[in-house]
């Protein structure tokens, strides 16, 4: 093995969406379980672009003096990967850990992680400990889990809980790709050479709803489906042929049947007719939306567009308002 590179700083990125509630808490619990690290340290929090008063309280504790605080102001709402990208162009640590700004993965399990991957590990990930979510979301979860295993060979338990610890050569690697449908666990085991999950606890939301709704998690779950591989392509493949091949036997056996039993027999089967066509035109229609995801992501690449805009960055001991784009992915996409 490798010799394994000391852990000079830490940098823990946060996306914040409607939390005003949660925000005093999640900054003192955060900050107290920072100072038991023997490194330097810095919190990045995203404003992904909050209607209540998130991106204000952010504003203030990042701009009072010796402040380890930065706040990351984005302009409108890009979504919780977006966001944490966002905060992964601002890092100036070795290890950079992200968590929600929800409270349900606990700010003290920080220490624990930062320990873990003193040993030499790419990632980080956790496992929530008798995870506080409805029957419906943990289903869920098993089964998007189950997917990206297979597809991305790496067996870890829980994708969906975004308390991680990665190397900064993890987050540059992630920061060099393009694509708009990124999610952030599965795209850094593409490029984690070793990996190690721990469990954390995971309490109870204290304030405020889930920011993901049915639709969101729907919109996810092609994304995951999309962005992961091209296997449902080749299996639409292989659905075609199977139903090409049974659509062409079912006719040859109906003419037969014509044949020996006449046309009284033949208007019988009128309505069994009329079921294998619906049957085949739904499996057309399922095989043209799943092909324009494809083409759907493929069209959103290819304009480059930005993954997000920050409007303003607020740093300790400055008030100053910081203009700029993404980067450094910008200015490699334009």
């Excluded at 709402?77 to 977006?82: E, I, L, M, S």
């Excluded at 308390?163 to 708009?180: D, F, P, Q």
């Excluded at 606890?201 to 091209?230: P, Q, W």
């Excluded at 299996?235 to 090409?244: F, K, N, P, R, V």
């Amino acid at each position: 093995m490798s010799q394994i590179e000391s852990i000079q700083k830490v940098s823990i990125v946060i996306p914040v969406y409607n939390e005003q509630e949660s925000l005093p808490i999640l900054l003192a619990r955060t900050s107290a379980a920072c100072q038991l690290l023997t490194q330097p340290y810095e919190i990045i929090l995203v404003d992904d672009g909050s209607t209540d008063d998130s991106a204000a309280i952010l504003t203030r504790a990042a701009d009072a003096a010796d402040s380890a605080i930065i706040a990351v102001i984005l302009n409108r709402n890009y979504g919780q990967h977006a966001a944490i990208m966002a905060g992964f162009n601002q890092v100036s640590g070795d290890l950079v850990i992200t968590l929600d700004a929800d409270l349900q993965n606990p700010p003290e399990e920080i220490p624990r992680l930062v320990k873990v991957a003193e040993e030499g590990y790419d990632v980080v990930g956790t496992i929530r400990e008798n995870r506080q979510d409805s029957w419906f979301r943990k289903t869920g979860s098993r089964l998007v889990n189950m997917m990206i295993q297979h597809a991305t060979g790496k067996s870890m338990g829980d994708y969906g809980c975004m308390l991680r610890a990665y190397r900064r050569h993890i987050v540059e690697a992630m920061l060099s790709c393009h694509e708009r449908s990124t999610f952030i666990p599965i795209l850094a085991n593409t490029f984690a050479r070793r990996t190690k999950e721990i469990t954390v606890r995971h309490a109870e939301r204290s304030f405020g709803d889930s920011k993901y709704s049915l639709m969101k998690l729907i919109n996810l779950m092609y994304d995951l489906v999309t962005c992961l591989t091209t296997t449902p392509l080749r299996l639409l493949s292989a659905l075609g042929s199977m139903i090409a091949v049974s659509g062409f036997m079912l006719a040859f056996l109906l003419v037969i049947l014509r044949l020996i039993f006449g046309s009284v027999w033949a208007g019988g089967g009128v309505f069994t007719l009329f079921a294998i066509l619906f049957m085949f035109i739904g499996a057309q229609f399922i095989g043209m939306g799943l092909l324009g995801e494809y083409i759907g992501r493929i069209y959103h690449d290819v304009r480059a567009r930005p993954r997000y805009f920050i409007e303003k960055i607020v740093r300790a001991k400055s008030a100053e308002t910081i203009h700029k784009k993404e980067q450094p992915c910008q200015e490699k996409e334009q």
